[in-house]
């Protein structure tokens, strides 16, 4: 699959460039999620982190621009692919590292891994691994807002695939209908797993498939942030005046779906280019043109990077794994009829709880 050219990732508008304080911020914020998402890498060879890791490897500059748009109290669903957006928001390197160790003083207490993290202090209503069951649930809470007269919106990203699926469709004709505060984020990195866009969207540009439900829509170019942050500015306002709205970041992922992908759809020709059209590499390069970022202040940034990665791999090693009793302890916020939890000494399932019974609160 051939990579997108600048021009092919083209904005909807030029963003106004500030004094470059917020550029370097943006810089800086690559490369930590850089950083960090090949120190995940690594710790997946060596056994450290189970299950899936999927990686923001290439997908850094639309990660932060649409991130940094965010107010501390709105709300923030992502897909599987969620370490970028977590660091984005803020949540600590540590807390995040050692969730995907598995870690009970991971974001997750351990019990969720690289595609559940979640953080209801930060607003990060979590990672969902499941393809496209976050946007219901974001649009639900677009809906309590709107319901109880909020002022947050609901920031809700998805891959490219998740395009196709019924939930998305459903979910933007409600979002429309009742004007919620909410901006649908589609991460179109070209490939829903090694299916091109092409292949699997009879409209490949995916940002037009709003219009179906009159929601105005954006494409923007994915390896510039400050484009991204523009967009996703314009997006929000529109969503806390009541109109929904929509984002097609146009991204490369460098690597396979997962890190145990070997990307083997792609030829090496086509391997090579998408190094070179590296977000970071290239944004880089335009900070150094309008001298923003040296060489030295590049290291600079890429040692402090490295140094906060190091100290959450140690914070991750030194954590205690999560105690198995408190498996199902974060499984429901509320009491639930047939709950699974239990009080020291209890049987596993309790007869009301066994599977198959039913209980008298259930059946009335």
Same mark, same amino acid.
């Given at each position: 699959?051939? $990579?997108?050219?600048?021009?092919?990732?083209?904005?909807?508008?030029?963003?106004?460039?500030?004094?470059?304080?917020?550029?370097?911020?943006? *810089? &800086?914020?690559?490369?930590?999620? +850089?950083?960090?998402?090949?120190?995940?890498?690594?710790?997946?060879?060596?056994?450290?982190?189970?299950? *899936?890791?999927?990686?923001?490897?290439?997908?850094?500059?639309?990660?932060?621009? @649409? =991130?940094?748009?965010?107010?501390?109290?709105?709300?923030?669903?992502?897909? *599987?692919?969620?370490?970028?957006?977590?660091?984005?928001?803020?949540?600590?390197?540590?807390?995040?590292?050692?969730?995907? *160790?598995?870690?009970?003083?991971? @974001?997750?207490?351990?019990?969720?891994?690289? %595609?559940?993290?979640?953080?209801?202090?930060?607003?990060? =209503?979590?990672?969902?691994?499941?393809?496209?069951?976050?946007?219901?649930?974001?649009?639900? !809470?677009?809906?309590?807002? /709107?319901? +109880?007269?909020? $002022?947050?919106?609901?920031?809700?990203? %998805?891959?490219?695939?998740?395009?196709?699926?019924?939930?998305?469709?459903?979910?933007?004709?409600?979002?429309?209908?009742?004007?919620?505060?909410?901006?649908?984020?589609?991460?179109?990195?070209?490939?829903?797993?090694? !299916?091109?866009?092409?292949?699997?969207?009879?409209?490949?540009?995916?940002?037009?498939?709003?219009?179906?439900? &009159?929601?105005?829509?954006?494409?923007?170019?994915?390896?510039?942030?400050?484009?991204?942050?523009?967009?996703?500015?314009?997006?929000?306002?529109?969503?806390?005046?009541?109109?929904?709205?929509?984002?097609?970041?146009?991204?490369?992922?460098?690597?396979?779906? /997962?890190?145990?992908?070997?990307?083997?759809? &792609?030829?090496?020709?086509?391997?090579?280019?998408?190094?070179?059209?590296?977000?970071?590499?290239?944004?880089?390069? !335009?900070?150094?043109? +309008?001298?923003?970022? /040296?060489?030295?202040?590049?290291?600079?940034?890429?040692?402090?990077? =490295?140094?906060? @990665?190091?100290?959450?791999?140690?914070?991750?090693?030194?954590?205690?794994?999560?105690?198995?009793? !408190?498996?199902?302890?974060? $499984?429901?916020?509320?009491?639930?009829?047939?709950?699974?939890?239990?009080?020291?000494?209890?049987?596993?399932?309790?007869?009301?709880?066994?599977?198959?019974?039913?209980?008298?609160?259930?059946?009335?």
């Amino acid at each position: 699959m051939p $990579t997108r050219s600048k021009a092919q990732r083209t904005s909807t508008a030029e963003p106004q460039r500030g004094d470059g304080k917020a550029e370097l911020a943006f *810089y &800086r914020q690559m490369v930590l999620v +850089r950083r960090f998402e090949e120190r995940a890498a690594r710790g997946y060879a060596e056994a450290k982190i189970g299950g *899936y890791c999927h990686l923001n490897l290439g997908e850094e500059a639309a990660v932060v621009g @649409v =991130m940094a748009a965010l107010e501390p109290d709105d709300y923030v669903y992502t897909s *599987y692919r969620d370490h970028g957006y977590a660091l984005a928001r803020g949540i600590a390197p540590e807390r995040v590292m050692a969730e995907l *160790y598995g870690r009970a003083d991971g @974001v997750s207490k351990g019990w969720g891994g690289s %595609m559940h993290l979640f953080d209801a202090d930060s607003r990060f =209503m979590g990672g969902y691994g499941i393809v496209g069951g976050q946007i219901p649930l974001a649009t639900g !809470t677009a809906l309590a807002i /709107s319901h +109880r007269g909020g $002022t947050e919106a609901v920031l809700c990203q %998805m891959g490219d695939g998740t395009t196709n699926i019924g939930a998305f469709h459903e979910s933007l004709n409600i979002a429309a209908l009742w004007g919620l505060p909410i901006v649908y984020v589609v991460s179109n990195n070209g490939l829903g797993m090694g !299916t091109t866009v092409a292949q699997s969207s009879a409209e490949p540009e995916l940002f037009k498939r709003s219009s179906s439900y &009159r929601i105005p829509s954006a494409r923007v170019d994915g390896n510039d942030p400050v484009a991204v942050h523009a967009a996703a500015c314009e997006a929000l306002a529109s969503a806390r005046s009541g109109r929904p709205f929509l984002i097609e970041t146009i991204t490369e992922r460098l690597k396979g779906h /997962s890190v145990v992908d070997p990307a083997s759809y &792609r030829s090496r020709a086509e391997k090579a280019e998408l190094l070179a059209g590296d977000a970071l590499a290239e944004y880089a390069a !335009t900070l150094a043109e +309008r001298e923003l970022l /040296s060489e030295e202040s590049a290291r600079e940034i890429d040692d402090a990077a =490295m140094a906060a @990665v190091d100290a959450a791999v140690a914070f991750a090693d030194a954590s205690a794994h999560p105690a198995a009793s !408190t498996l199902f302890d974060y $499984t429901y916020a509320t009491p639930v009829p047939n709950d699974s939890r239990r009080l020291p000494g209890e049987a596993l399932f309790p007869a009301a709880a066994r599977p198959g019974a039913v209980t008298a609160e259930v059946r009335a």
